[in-house]
């Protein structure tokens, strides 16, 4: 078992920034690839940024490149994003989750999520 505990959400301005951590603990963290979702009142939950075992390969969306910056620390078995110039459209419920082979259809495991507010 892996659980995920997410941390930093809150409340910001649009053009503000905040930095999410997601802090693994159970079996081996560099194991598995890791990603942020998001999940927009009355939305579907969406792949936001992942980041492979290594932290070698990243992949963004479009609407959060140049903005976000996904890493990981395997030795603190923590995940981060890096959240700047944060628009209204940000705001969500943010998740984390491992996969060990990156497979975000159906993730192997889910934190129960953060919450970020940009206000206009």
């Known amino acids: 078992q892996v659980q995920l505990v997410e941390s930093g959400g809150g409340l910001v301005q649009a053009g503000g920034s905040l930095r999410l951590s997601c802090a693994a603990s159970?079996?081996?963290?560099?194991?598995?690839?890791m990603a942020w979702f998001r999940q927009a009142p009355g939305k579907e939950r969406d792949l936001v940024a992942d980041?492979?075992?290594?932290?070698?390969?990243?992949y963004y969306v479009d609407s959060v490149k140049g903005r976000f910056t996904i890493s990981r620390d395997n030795a603190k078995n923590t995940l981060y994003l890096q959240m700047n110039s944060l628009k209204p459209e940000d705001t969500a419920v943010y998740y984390c989750a491992a996969d060990r082979v990156g497979r975000w259809s159906r993730p192997d495991y889910w934190g129960s999520g953060t919450q970020v507010t940009v206000s206009s």
């Open positions: 159970g079996r081996t963290f560099s194991y598995y690839s």
């Open positions: 980041i492979k075992w290594s932290g070698g390969s990243t």
